[in-house]
Nanobody, 123 residues
Framework: QVQLVESGGGSVQVGGSLRLSCAASGYTYSNYFMAWFRQAPGKEREVVAGIYPSGRVTSYANSVKGRFTISRDNAKNTLYLQMNSLKREDSAMYYC????????????????WGQGTQVTVSS
């Protein structure tokens, strides 16, 4: 049974940091493209960052470049998102997701999803 379990969300002030984690099980994690998405109320789900199976190639949304870092530990089947210099507009539910093949970083390309972890940034 495939499971993706996010953790690390919470409430933080503007300028603060959070580190999200996503523990994967039930599939060959090291073969999958992984990504973090987020969705704020009333908005569409958007990709935040993606990472190739090897971990050597990453991609970021323009809105988070230079502030967020995606990484993975294939030995621990875990995906991370280090979020620094958080802004109010980063507030959203954050989801990790997995895809078996490269494509665009569109939500429709991803077949495995976690339940999400809430990030709230306040001033």
């Amino acid at each position: 049974q495939v499971q993706l379990v996010e953790s690390g969300g919470g409430s933080v002030q503007v300028g603060g940091s959070l580190r999200l984690s996503c523990a994967a099980s039930g599939y060959t994690y090291s073969n999958y493209f992984m990504a973090w998405f987020r969705q704020a109320p009333g908005k569409e789900r958007e990709v935040v960052a993606g990472i190739y199976p090897s971990g050597r190639v990453t991609s970021y949304a323009n809105s988070v470049k230079g502030r967020f870092t995606i990484s993975r530990d294939n030995a621990k089947n875990t995906l991370y998102l280090q979020m620094n210099s958080l802004k109010r507009e980063d507030s959203a539910m954050y989801y990790c997701a997995g895809s078996p093949s490269a494509g665009t970083w569109s939500p429709t390309d991803f077949s495995y999803w976690g339940q999400g972890t809430q990030v709230t940034v306040s001033s």
